[in-house]
Nanobody, 113 residues
Framework: QLQLAESGGGLVQPGGSLRLSCKGSGPTFSSYRIHWYREPPGREREWIASISSSSDEKTEYHDYVKGRFTVSRENVKNTAYLQMDSLKFGDTAVYYC?????WGQGTQVTVSS
């Protein structure tokens, strides 16, 4: 069973940056496609980005975050990252990573002046 743990959330001003990490347990982390989701206050959880498990590490982004967020991974560290730049008020949410149907506990990101 894969276990995931997000970290790196916090309070940031509009226009600022944060980098979230998703640390996975187990030797099979590199075989999983990693997905990032977020759950804004009062709204449903939504997909925002993914990175493939293959060597080309193909990435996909929701239009909400395209050009501002970058997903990457370091399989030797069993870790995936979500670099978030040019943050907006609307990016405030709990951010989750998911792989193979397994979810982390989430990390809060608050964008506020």
């Amino acid at each position: 069973q894969l276990q995931l743990a997000e970290s790196g959330g916090g309070l940031v001003q509009p226009g600022g940056s944060l980098r979230l990490s998703c640390k996975g347990s187990g030797p099979t982390f590199s075989s999983y496609r990693i997905h990032w989701y977020r759950e804004p206050p009062g709204r449903e959880r939504e997909w925002i980005a993914s990175i493939s498990s293959s060597s080309d590490e193909k990435t996909e982004y929701h239009d909400y975050v395209k050009g501002r967020f970058t997903v990457s991974r370091e399989n030797v560290k069993n870790t995936a990252y979500l670099q978030m730049d040019s943050l907006k008020f609307g990016d405030t949410a709990v951010y989750y990573c998911m792989a193979g149907g397994f979810w982390g506990q989430g990390t809060q990101v608050t964008v506020s002046s």
